[in-house]
């Protein structure tokens, strides 16, 4: 399962945020389209209610599950619980903000997450996230990730889709 604490904010397409537990179907919603990385707007098209043992705090702002995606640099997919204090994040702006707190919050809570007409990233409290889609299976499996790091000859380490690492650099790229 990999959802959000109710009381978190979603970014509506007017720019007024709503607690992600009064969030309806059909709402519209900010979000960035999944190929170009474009604000669009995006309609909830279910929500997804479930109860969680713990969640993991972020910047004392972000409550997620653990398994919930976020998206780090050149939008590497990476779940909140293998995050550490100092890694980046993306926020909506498509900018990187740089994690300086991570607290774990024990004890049961309602958790949230929604599934967007077409599988977007959208806006929790200012953070880009990923959206559940029934496609890629039951709550609580993790996405593939579709990015590989490869290193060039000068040593620089770049993310790049797994299709084209080793056709641009000519080595075997490593998942990540």
């Not at 990476?78 to 900018?95: A, M, P, Q, R, W």
Request: aromatic share 8%; with cysteine; hydrophobic share 40%.
């Amino acid at each position: 399962m990999y959802c959000f604490s109710a009381e978190m904010k979603v970014l509506l397409i007017d720019g007024s945020e709503k607690k992600i537990a009064e969030c309806v179907v059909g709402e519209s919603i900010f979000a960035l389209d999944k190929l170009t990385k474009k604000p669009k707007e995006s309609k909830i098209s279910e929500i997804i209610k479930a109860e969680a043992n713990e969640v993991i705090i972020i910047n004392e702002i972000l409550e997620a599950t653990a398994s919930h995606v976020l998206y780090t640099h050149d939008f590497v997919r990476c779940t909140v619980g293998s995050l550490h204090v100092g890694d980046y994040i993306f926020n909506k702006d498509k900018e990187l903000d740089r994690i300086t707190k991570l607290e774990l919050k024990e004890g049961k809570a309602q958790v949230y997450n929604l599934t967007l007409t077409d599988d977007d990233y959208f806006s929790v409290e200012n953070f880009l996230v990923r959206s559940y889609h029934p496609i890629r299976g039951k709550n609580d499996e993790i996405p593939d990730r579709d990015i590989e790091l490869v290193m060039d000859a000068d040593g620089k380490i770049t993310a790049v889709p797994k299709t084209q690492a080793d056709q641009m650099y000519g080595v075997k790229a490593g998942t990540i």
